[in-house]
């Protein structure tokens, strides 16, 4: 990457973050003061300087300890109030590596000792922040880190997974398991033979990898490193440092920092970019959390009667709208990016946070790296009180500034209603999904075609362009693809089971949007029927590297699929312009089928018309294809761009259960 991607001045940075936040709805706390400073520890050898934004405090308290849990604290200074609501105190002496707490005064309480919202380093499990020279971190090379070339959004393939999860196996033939640095690891193998981790991604061939939280989340105990313990980390905790427990000393806070870097470092010497899962959207409680311990009550949103809201689930939402959280919110990502090179964010329950918010965090970044990407959940976990038409929801992503958000219409379409574990979905024969299927393969833009009356949840199309569709079958959440068939399909056999998950992800990697894949699912992964399985121990979740060999044939015809995709622009055109005039969907009265062409060299691509067949059904059904002699590449058991056979133009037997994939 070079210097300049992570140079942006902070007038530039103030001048749009003042701009978006001049006209704000009447609030509770509209006058709290607003902080334009920069806020945080900030070290040298010489000095640290700590700042921290606490506008209704009678007094703050700094205290220094030698160690990140135990032990008295060795010096304590008062900070002094300045403007904006923000209090300083600066120390002339070199203070690396030494912890820290702060604890305020307001209304004539002490409220609990924490680390500053804006920690950059902490001690064992994140309860005391550290004072770090973030540059002795870098691992070898780090200044000449860069990340892959990528041609455009609609290029992105996104692998989904979890840093415990890809490694943690006892097959799996990583040392560092369940470490940043175990996928970071190249030339490991299974028992069996197959590549495994890192260098398992790279041979499918995707382009992104999508971490889950990987920032300091507050379920997994530290100290307790060799305890299996387990959680997804959607509980946030310190925002702005990387999860302890994924590192191999998690006392030193210099460690997670510099481990973590060297995961990123690989992944881009690999040819993937890094997406962080990102939680802005709540925390993991509202007492105990840092935000409430420098501005209580500020952060979150409230209803009418002054009670928390709780639009996640989780008992509490943040407020993005106001100016304070904003801010975090931007020079946090802003600070992923600059310090650990990460090239895209995934917002949990997007939905939450407000359009402006969304928007000026987009603009930030994109000048910094245009090819930087940002998608989200389009919902909600429950009501919130912030009105719905300003909230990043996915009916409003045509407010949105280039940001993506997932399809559920597709998603749902393809495998049944995720309200209803025992639904049916187009690939399964359901009757009633065909036109959400269709929804989604052009990635949620409007097409002449598309009757929006019998799509599943959106009755209008909800993207301008096709990059701002995540294109998907299945994520962390809920049951795996193979899990979630065989439950709704109980008297299908494996071989059935099989094929519609293979059907399943030809249609998400032959549509239009972005595509994404959840980790596994190449291996008809299974966490024996756990949906939620977020706190659930290894055995769940760990990807099973036997079922590679097992599966040989699926990853095969995944690592296929991707090629195909990679390889052929016709699957990602650049806009919804170019998908109303190359993709043609033909007339096929069957709601088990769906049928359509690529035409014209679509997007540039080297052959001249692509046709796609799908059948939903467990019956062979034909459709007419035009006239002359087509290359078959997709057959539903293999893909192969030479071609498996030649077809003549006419009837065309289409089996049960299968896409075809044919080429002029």
Same mark, same amino acid.
């Not at 006392?251 to 040819?271: P, S, W």
């Given at each position: 990457?070079?210097?300049?991607?992570?140079?942006?001045?902070?007038?530039?940075?103030?001048?749009?973050?003042?701009?978006?936040?001049?006209?704000?709805?009447?609030?509770?706390?509209?006058?709290?003061?607003?902080?334009?400073?920069?806020?945080?520890?900030?070290?040298?050898?010489?000095?640290?300087?700590?700042?921290?934004?606490?506008?209704?405090?009678?007094?703050?308290?700094?205290?220094?300890?030698?160690?990140?849990?135990?032990?008295?604290?060795?010096?304590?200074?008062?900070?002094?109030?300045?403007?904006?609501?923000?209090?300083?105190?600066?120390?002339?002496?070199?203070?690396?590596?030494?912890?820290?707490?702060?604890?305020?005064?307001?209304?004539?309480?002490?409220?609990?000792?924490?680390?500053?919202?804006?920690?950059?380093?902490?001690?064992?499990?994140?309860?005391?922040?550290?004072?770090?020279?973030?540059?002795?971190?870098?691992?070898?090379?780090?200044?000449?880190?860069?990340?892959?070339?990528?041609?455009?959004?609609?290029?992105?393939?996104?692998?989904?997974?979890?840093?415990?999860?890809?490694?943690?196996?006892?097959?799996?033939?990583?040392?560092?398991?369940?470490?940043?640095?175990?996928?970071?690891?190249?030339?490991?193998?299974?028992?069996?033979?197959?590549?495994?981790?890192?260098?398992?991604?790279?041979?499918?061939?995707?382009?992104?990898?999508?971490?889950?939280?990987?920032?300091?989340?507050?379920?997994?105990?530290?100290?307790?490193?060799?305890?299996?313990?387990?959680?997804?980390?959607?509980?946030?905790?310190?925002?702005?440092?990387?999860? &302890? =427990? !994924? *590192?191999?000393?998690?006392?030193? /806070? %210099?460690?997670?920092?510099? @481990?973590?870097?060297? $995961?990123?470092?690989?992944?881009?010497?690999?040819?993937?970019?890094?997406?962080?899962?990102?939680?802005?959207?709540?925390?993991?409680?509202?007492?105990?959390?840092?935000?409430?311990?420098?501005?209580?009550?500020?952060?979150?949103?409230?209803?009418?009667? &002054? =009670? !928390? *809201?709780?639009?996640?689930?989780? /008992? %509490?939402?943040?407020?993005? @709208?106001?100016?304070? $959280?904003?801010?975090?919110?931007?020079?946090?990502?802003?600070?992923?990016?600059?310090?650990?090179?990460?090239?895209?964010?995934?917002?949990?329950?997007?939905?939450?946070?407000?359009?402006?918010?969304?928007?000026?965090?987009?603009?930030?970044?994109?000048?910094?790296?245009?090819?930087?990407?940002?998608?989200?959940?389009?919902?909600?976990?429950?009501?919130?009180?912030?009105?719905?038409?300003?909230?990043?929801?996915?009916?409003?992503?045509?407010?949105?500034?280039?940001?993506?958000?997932?399809?559920?219409?597709?998603?749902?379409?393809?495998?049944?209603?995720?309200?209803?574990?025992?639904?049916?979905?187009?690939?399964?024969?359901?009757?009633?999904?065909?036109?959400?299927?269709?929804?989604?393969?052009?990635?949620?833009?409007?097409?002449?075609?598309?009757?929006?009356?019998?799509?599943?949840?959106?009755?209008?199309?909800?993207?301008?362009?096709?990059?701002?569709?995540?294109?998907?079958?299945?994520?962390?959440?809920?049951?795996?693809?193979?899990?979630?068939?065989?439950?709704?399909?109980?008297?299908?056999?494996?071989?059935?089971?099989?094929?519609?998950?293979?059907?399943?992800?030809?249609?998400?990697?032959?549509?239009?949007?972005?595509?994404?894949?959840?980790?596994?699912?190449?291996?008809?992964?299974?966490?024996?029927?756990?949906?939620?399985?977020?706190?659930?121990?290894?055995?769940?979740?760990?990807?099973?590297?036997?079922?590679?060999?097992?599966?040989?044939?699926?990853?095969?015809?995944?690592?296929?699929?991707?090629?195909?995709?990679?390889?052929?622009?016709?699957?990602?055109?650049?806009?919804?312009?170019?998908?109303?005039?190359?993709?043609?969907?033909?007339?096929?009265?069957?709601?088990?089928?769906?049928?359509?062409?690529?035409?014209?060299?679509?997007?540039?691509?080297?052959?001249?018309?692509?046709?796609?067949?799908?059948?939903?059904?467990?019956?062979?059904?034909?459709?007419?294809?035009?006239?002359?002699?087509?290359?078959?590449?997709?057959?539903?058991?293999?893909?192969?761009?030479?071609?498996?056979?030649?077809?003549?133009?006419?009837?065309?037997?289409?089996?049960?259960?299968?896409?075809?994939?044919?080429?002029?």
């Amino acid at each position: 990457m070079n210097a300049s991607r992570y140079t942006l001045t902070t007038a530039i940075l103030f001048v749009l973050f003042t701009a978006i936040t001049a006209a704000q709805a009447p609030d509770p706390y509209a006058k709290y003061p607003t902080c334009n400073q920069e806020l945080g520890v900030s070290w040298s050898a010489k000095k640290t300087t700590f700042k921290v934004w606490a506008p209704k405090a009678t007094a703050v308290k700094l205290r220094l300890y030698d160690a990140g849990n135990g032990g008295e604290a060795v010096q304590q200074v008062d900070l002094e109030k300045g403007s904006g609501g923000a209090w300083k105190a600066t120390i002339k002496q070199n203070l690396k590596d030494k912890y820290y707490t702060f604890q305020i005064e307001q209304d004539g309480k002490w409220l609990a000792e924490a680390p500053d919202i804006y920690a950059k380093a902490v001690g064992v499990n994140g309860h005391r922040g550290m004072i770090v020279d973030l540059k002795s971190t870098d691992p070898e090379g780090w200044k000449k880190d860069k990340s892959p070339k990528l041609k455009n959004a609609n290029a992105i393939i996104i692998y989904e997974t979890h840093i415990r999860d890809i490694s943690v196996d006892p097959n799996s033939g990583i040392t560092y398991k369940g470490k940043y640095l175990g996928l970071a690891e190249t030339g490991t193998k299974s028992p069996d033979g197959q590549s495994t981790g890192l260098d398992h991604i790279k041979q499918l061939g995707v382009t992104h990898v999508h971490i889950l939280p990987a920032f300091d989340f507050n379920s997994v105990d530290e100290t307790k490193p060799d305890s299996k313990q387990y959680n997804w980390g959607y509980d946030p905790l310190n925002y702005n440092v990387p999860q &302890g =427990s !994924y *590192s191999t000393n998690a006392y030193d /806070g %210099n460690v997670r920092i510099k @481990e973590f870097k060297q $995961m990123v470092q690989a992944l881009h010497a690999n040819g993937l970019r890094v997406i962080l899962d990102v939680v802005y959207n709540h925390t993991t409680d509202i007492d105990h959390s840092n935000f409430s311990q420098f501005a209580p009550g500020y952060f979150y949103r409230h209803n009418a009667d &002054g =009670s !928390y *809201s709780n639009g996640t689930g989780c /008992g %509490n939402e943040t407020a993005s @709208e106001r100016p304070m $959280m904003r801010k975090f919110m931007m020079e946090s990502v802003l600070y992923w990016v600059r310090e650990y090179h990460i090239d895209g964010f995934r917002f949990d329950l997007m939905g939450i946070h407000d359009i402006k918010t969304m928007n000026a965090i987009s603009d930030t970044l994109h000048k910094i790296d245009p090819q930087i990407f940002i998608y989200g959940e389009g919902w909600t976990a429950g009501g919130t009180p912030y009105p719905e038409d300003k909230r990043a929801v996915k009916k409003n992503v045509l407010k949105l500034d280039r940001i993506a958000a997932f399809s559920d219409d597709l998603r749902d379409g393809l495998k049944g209603g995720f309200s209803d574990v025992k639904a049916k979905g187009f690939v399964s024969g359901d009757q009633n999904s065909k036109e959400s299927v269709m929804f989604g393969i052009v990635a949620s833009v409007q097409h002449p075609q598309i009757d929006y009356s019998k799509v599943n949840y959106s009755k209008a199309p909800w993207a301008k362009q096709p990059y701002q569709t995540i294109t998907y079958a299945s994520c962390h959440d809920d049951n795996t693809l193979f899990d979630r068939l065989k439950i709704s399909n109980p008297d299908a056999t494996e071989t059935e089971l099989v094929k519609m998950d293979r059907l399943t992800n030809t249609i998400v990697l032959t549509s239009q949007g972005v595509a994404f894949l959840h980790s596994g699912v190449e291996m008809e992964r299974t966490k024996q029927g756990v949906a939620n399985s977020f706190n659930s121990p290894d055995a769940i979740n760990e990807i099973d590297w036997s079922r590679k060999t097992k599966y040989a044939d699926v990853f095969n015809y995944y690592k296929g699929l991707v090629a195909l995709r990679k390889d052929h622009p016709a699957f990602r055109l650049t806009s919804a312009r170019l998908i109303q005039k190359h993709l043609n969907f033909m007339d096929v009265a069957d709601q088990s089928v769906i049928a359509y062409q690529l035409t014209d060299n679509a997007g540039g691509d080297k052959w001249h018309t692509i046709i796609v067949l799908l059948n939903g059904s467990k019956d062979a059904k034909t459709v007419t294809i035009p006239a002359g002699n087509w290359t078959l590449v997709g057959d539903g058991d293999k893909v192969d761009e030479a071609g498996i056979r030649t077809v003549s133009g006419g009837a065309v037997s289409l089996p049960g259960i299968t896409g075809l994939v044919l080429h002029d």
